[in-house]
């Protein structure tokens, strides 16, 4: 049977209005709230309800991704997860306990890495590392935290000589001190460089391989596709979509593009090939990509029609997010 170690049912979270959502600190909505100057759903004079009744379930060892639109309500959600704050309703539990009233229990077997570790700057890695440790019952020596996240050789660095990226691998790096059993990674891989980021991703695979199981949250739809065996797109505090990375990319069309030589209309394709014009390229939005790739080129070779920078593809996670957020009725065009 299916070990969950995460388990979410009808969680609400409320701010103001007298709600018992407490505890986050006010964050700007984004270009899909705020900025755009319009009314936020759910504001509905008793407060703001970010987290409109999400369940879902993590599975032991595996990678999770709660991805979403700016002020979706990611964060309000994992913060109740990390047992920070309270739902206004519903239940999460966390290894089987309410992360909250729990928290002694739950907590030395979980590890977090928020956006922000807010480590005092003047320590060295080590010095902070060592203040970390004092905190966790039976903690992973420093050196091999360190090494885990390629940061050994920064060891005698003051914290305000870090670059952001190294910053987020010694946040990483304190995440992992108490052997977490579920390790919760909020935009783990924000301002790494590439070669920093792959490592990461490799790093969280063999976490994941080795039975932590991993809530991890991103903007980044590249991350998620790469990493997360199953996610959920979160839209203004609902799920909008949820499944595998293969599952929730299924419902949207392949892709076909490519350019036509002077002289060659698009009205010239084969009729059954429904293809749309734009400035630099033809493109074929397909759901039957084989048949009607292979229709395209035998017509190409027939009348020896060269096909400049032809590229065929599956759609991507973040093509389905934006066709996701676009699809949503209180959705107004942006991201
Ligand atoms: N303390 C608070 N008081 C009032 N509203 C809040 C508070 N904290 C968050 N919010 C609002 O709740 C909504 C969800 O915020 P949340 O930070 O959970 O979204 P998010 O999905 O993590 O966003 P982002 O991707 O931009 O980090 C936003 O509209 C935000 O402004």
Request: hydrophobic content about 40%; overall charge negative; some cysteine.
């Amino acid at each position: 049977m299916t070990e969950h170690v995460i388990e979410v049912t009808g969680l609400r979270r409320r701010y103001g209005g007298g709600g018992s959502a407490a505890g986050a600190k006010k964050k700007g909505t984004g270009i899909a709230g705020a900025a755009l100057g319009r009314k936020r759903g759910g504001d509905d004079g008793k407060g703001f309800e970010a987290v409109r009744g999400l369940d879902f379930s993590v599975r032991r060892g595996e990678v999770f991704a709660l991805l979403g639109t700016n002020g979706a309500g990611k964060t309000s959600t994992v913060e109740v997860l990390e047992g920070l704050a309270a739902p206004t309703a519903g239940t999460v539990s966390v290894l089987g306990m309410d992360p909250l009233t729990d928290r002694a229990a739950v907590r030395p077997r979980i590890g977090i890495m928020l956006q922000e570790g807010g480590f005092p700057s003047d320590l060295t890695v080590t010095e902070t590392a060592r203040m970390w440790s004092g905190c966790v019952s039976e903690p992973r020596p420093i050196q091999e935290a360190l090494e885990m996240v390629d940061m050994e050789d920064r060891a005698s660095t003051r914290v305000k000589m870090l670059s952001g990226g190294e910053r987020r691998r010694l946040d990483l790096a304190m995440a992992l001190l108490g052997y977490p059993e579920v390790l919760f990674l909020d935009e783990p891989t924000t301002g790494l460089d590439p070669e920093a980021r792959q490592q990461t991703w490799a790093l969280i695979r063999r976490l994941r391989d080795s039975g932590t199981s991993i809530m991890l949250t991103t903007h980044y739809l590249d991350e998620a596709e790469k990493l997360a065996d199953r996610l959920a797109i979160m839209h203004e505090g609902r799920i909008v979509h949820a499944g595998t990375p293969a599952e929730v990319t299924a419902a949207q069309p392949s892709r076909i593009t490519f350019r036509l030589p002077a002289g060659v209309a698009p009205a010239h394709l084969p009729v059954t090939l429904r293809a749309a014009e734009y400035v630099d390229r033809i493109e074929i939005r397909t759901q039957n990509l084989q048949d009607d790739l292979a229709e395209l080129l035998l017509w190409a070779r027939q009348n020896g029609v060269v096909l400049d920078q032809l590229n065929a593809r599956t759609a991507s996670l973040e093509e389905a997010f934006l066709d996701i957020a676009r699809q949503q009725p209180q959705y107004e065009g942006a991201l």
